[in-house]
């Protein structure tokens, strides 16, 4: 693993930390042309096409933000554990996730695979569909077992 590979997952992290409308203009020192981006709402395979799904979530969402938790490194691919919030319609959302990375000689992510879920973290809040989704958790989730002092 090089050090130069490693550094260039830091400034990956540190360029997804500062995101914004205006640093979105460098994605083509982020992203190779054809790159995968895959997340649960969308697949798409070029560059383009990415820099407009970042657009739509600054269009669309509040004060979008995303802070880089863990790395986990092993040139030419990388883990991060990331929160994102932002606000929807007065609300505040904080979700949890991560991205697997793949990255050309190049330094450019060419694999952009996004994992959260989105039940949890997103549709449980909205009314009705989230009480039918806590219940269909609940249902299919393991029981807790209670201990000799009969607590959890």
């Known amino acids: 693993m090089t050090q130069e590979g490693i550094q260039r997952f830091d400034d990956i992290a ?21 790159a995968t981006f895959i997340d649960p709402f969308n697949a798409v ?15 669309t969402l509040e004060q979008p933000t995303f802070k880089i938790t863990r790395k986990i490194v092993s040139v030419p691919q990388g883990c991060m554990v990331w929160r994102f919030t932002f606000k929807l319609k007065k609300r505040v959302f904080d ?5 697997i990375f793949e990255i050309n000689e190049q330094g450019l992510i060419t ?3 996004d994992y959260w879920d989105t039940s949890r973290e997103l549709y449980e809040h909205v009314p009705i569909l989230g009480y039918l989704l806590k219940q269909l958790r609940l249902a299919l989730s393991t029981p807790k077992k209670k201990t000799a002092k009969g607590g959890l």
């Open 95 to 99: 979700i949890e996730g991560s991205t």
């Open 111 to 113: 694999l952009h695979r």
């Open 45 to 59: 395979h070029d560059r383009v096409s990415i820099q407009d799904i970042y657009s739509h979530m600054f269009n």
């Open 14 to 34: 540190d360029w997804f930390e500062n995101l914004s409308p205006q640093t979105l203009a460098q994605i083509d020192g982020i992203y190779a042309e054809n």
